[in-house]
């Protein structure tokens, strides 16, 4: 009887922990946290994609959030199925998922959208295909364009 051992590389290539992903997704903020209880739970959601080895950028206003999560395969997928998990009633609406060859983002970046000049000429005049910030009228290209516009004059993003 031949038994083969694997080297420590070929076991963490076996689940796609070499795999780079990059997924975006849209939902609408149903739970309507706000203030306090908004920045606990983005902190939890911090420090889990810390954790995790993920980064990410959410940008949110009062109605709906927009969400990209970048990571290994299976770290991403499992953040997927905890935010399904844990938060039943967002129900997010997956608009793009790609391989990537390194992070964009430094950590957890945020944007919370408010009715400031500045916040509705990124949201209103250049991506949205309303009068009021609504990702679900939005292609993935805007939304991906929309979240480069957002964070590009961020010290917090990488490119």
């Known amino acids: 009887m031949h038994i083969t051992t694997r080297h420590p590389t070929e076991n963490r290539k076996r689940h796609g922990e070499h795999l780079l992903i990059s997924l975006t997704y849209i939902g609408k903020n149903i739970e309507l946290k706000t203030g306090i209880e908004l920045t606990r739970a983005l902190e939890q959601w911090r420090r889990y994609f810390e954790e995790s080895g993920l980064v990410a950028a959410l940008v949110?206003?009062?109605?709906?959030?927009?969400?990209?999560?970048?990571?290994?395969?299976?770290?991403?997928?499992?953040?997927?199925a905890k935010i399904i998990d844990e938060h039943f009633k967002i129900?997010?609406?997956?608009?793009?998922?790609?391989?990537?060859?390194?992070?964009?983002?430094?950590?957890?970046v945020t944007k919370h959208l408010t009715s400031s000049a500045e916040d509705e000429e990124y949201a209103l005049k250049s991506f949205s295909a309303d009068s009021d910030f609504n990702p679900y009228l939005m292609k993935s290209a805007q939304i991906?364009?929309?979240?480069t516009a957002i964070f590009e004059d961020s010290e917090s993003s990488k490119f």
């Not at 949110?60 to 997927?80: E, H, K, T």
């Not at 991906?144 to 979240?147: D, I, T, Y």
């Open 91 to 108: 129900i997010p609406n997956v608009v793009k998922v790609e391989e990537i060859e390194s992070l964009r983002w430094d950590g957890f």
């Open 60 to 80: 949110i206003n009062d109605g709906y959030f927009v969400q990209n999560i970048q990571g290994s395969r299976p770290a991403v997928n499992s953040a997927l």
């Open 144 to 147: 991906e364009n929309f979240l």
